[in-house]
């Protein structure tokens, strides 16, 4: 086979797609308990592995101290700033950096110390095999390596009656872990990126479907337009015809606009980073003049406050959608409660505190239960139990945190909701 047909083959060109054009994932399965949980293992585990070599079965080379400082490590983990929010940057520097600590450095490390012995040549290749099922396989597989040779390195003045480098039965262990973690992680991947394909591939035929009575329904409205224009010269024009079209033509854009979000929304594990430089109040007043209200009177409900501007960086197109998402949310709110909407319902305000920029949404709907609210950021929970999907919040956490950002949900009692979305101020 020539060397073009090879890069041209379909397992090739698809070893390129996982490779090259999906985002890195520094934490697989991201979720605040699995943080927690595995700081808690780190925590718990230095101390009791300690003990079982130090005494239980002692090995050539242990340290309390070293013990300690590993143990320490998983202290980042449980803390709120980072469990709570494990897409931010932040939270994934945290992680990858604890990672390579914990695993391939200091296992490494602790092989080379204890001579290549049999009970850390086993525990070296699991621990292997394990940061590939706990992050990106590309980090995984660049990690492992970059540990291995760091920890020889240090460990060279230190075991100078074991150097030579890896012993040839230990070399082929390693290789084969090394390689079974690539394998699984690429597949992992693999399956990963196929079944967003295949959801995204559902919801974009049923999309379609939707669409086409939509278009039909905007055909109508069309067709009632020309009819009251065809009657207003036999008398006066009948406003209920034009009425009525202009009621069609508003549901229409209204469907299509929010197919087009929740097709955004399912989009959570592609979203791709942007360094746009965005202006706060540029964003609001953009998307606030882009939703397709179902009426005049929700339009009158809107009110802007830009208290002072600010710029920030992340991906415009991605930041309309959180706010788009939001002003649905509000209306939705208002709407509940049953009474006629007011001008000034929902206020949408910008401002700066300290170096971070803040766009509030808030509202006088029907508020969020307190048992609820602790929830609603996370994907597929819903209040809307029967219609809603659970994504739109849980995609606005996204958004936010891939731009270094918080956001928080509040609901004063019988005041409606506030949502607070901070994230760095732009340096000019």
Known sequence: MKLSSFWRHPWMRR???????????????????RLKLLGLYTMIGHPLFYFVW????????????????MTACGIPLVLDSVALRPHSQRSARVFTTVLF????????????MNGHNDVWIASLATVIVIYFHLTDWRVAAAGSLLGLGLAALLALPFTEAHSGGLP???????????????????????LRRERIEHSLAT???????????????????????????????EGPRPESLEKWAARLHQLTRSMNHHIDLQIANAR???????????????????????????SDKERECIRIEVHQDFEFRGSRSQFLRVIDNLLQNALRAMHATGSPLRPGGIRLEVGIRGKQGRIRVSDQGLG????????????FYSTEAGTGHGLGLAFCRRVVESAGG???VRSPAGSGAIVSLTVPVAES
């Open 15 to 33: 070893l390129r797609d996982v490779t090259l054009a999906v985002p890195l994932e520094p934490i697989l399965h991201a979720s605040p308990l």
């Open 54 to 69: 130090e005494h239980l079965y002692p090995q050539p080379f242990e340290d309390a101290a070293l013990r300690a400082l």
């Open 101 to 112: 600590i914990q695993l391939p450095l200091f296992f490494s490390w602790m092989y080379f």
């Open 168 to 190: 040839p039965p230990h070399a082929f262990v390693l290789a084969f872990a090394w390689m079974s973690g690539l394998l699984l992680g690429i597949s992992g991947a693999n």
């Open 203 to 233: 919801i974009g035929i049923m999309a379609h479907e939707l669409r086409t009575p939509l278009a039909t329904t905007a055909l109508i409205a069309d067709a009632l337009r020309m009819e009251a224009q065809r009657k207003s010269g």
């Open 268 to 294: 959570l594990l592609q979203l791709s980073d942007h360094g746009d430089r965005i202006s706060a109040a540029e964003l609001v007043r953009e998307a606030v003049a882009a939703y397709p209200y179902r």
């Open 368 to 379: 969020i239960a307190p048992e609820v609210l602790p929830h609603v950021l996370e994907p």
């Open 406 to 408: 918080v956001i928080e």
